[in-house]
Nanobody
Framework: VQLQASGGGSVRAGGSLKLSCAAS???????????VAWYRQARGKQRELVAE???????NYKDSVEGRFTISKSNAKKTVYLQMNNLEPEDTAVYYC?????????WGQGTQVTVSS
């Protein structure tokens, strides 16, 4: 089972990026019933939760990204997304996807997002 994250990059403040996290080796029913999330870790800081989408479909966001970031998933593609708009330099970090099924807690390898002012 593997999570492959992509979509990171370097943008100017105010720009947008869309992160993707594709799951492989996991059956559809497990993915569709999973809780998915994006975390980030800035240099010298602890990893923090950015956004989550619960198995019941409720989304929750870190206060500082509320209204700018949107988490979603495609069960058909077994992929988790994070649309990030109006990016700020404070959003600079390595972003990690997380998928929690009934029996597994999976992490992607991380993708770097750098926002310049």
């Amino acid at each position: 089972v593997q999570l492959q994250a992509s979509g990171g990059g370097s943008v100017r403040a105010g720009g947008s990026l869309k992160l993707s996290c594709a799951a492989s080796g996991i059956i559809w029913s497990s993915f569709s019933g999973s809780r998915v999330a994006w975390y980030r870790q800035a240099r010298g800081k602890q990893r923090e939760l950015v956004a989550e989408l619960t198995s019941s479909g409720t989304s929750n966001y870190k206060d500082s990204v509320e209204g700018r970031f949107t988490i979603s998933k495609s069960n058909a593609k077994k992929t988790v997304y994070l649309q990030m708009n109006n990016l700020e330099p404070e959003d600079t970090a390595v972003y990690y996807c997380n998928v929690v099924t009934e029996s597994r807690d999976l992490w992607g390898q991380g993708t770097q997002v750098t926002v310049s002012s």
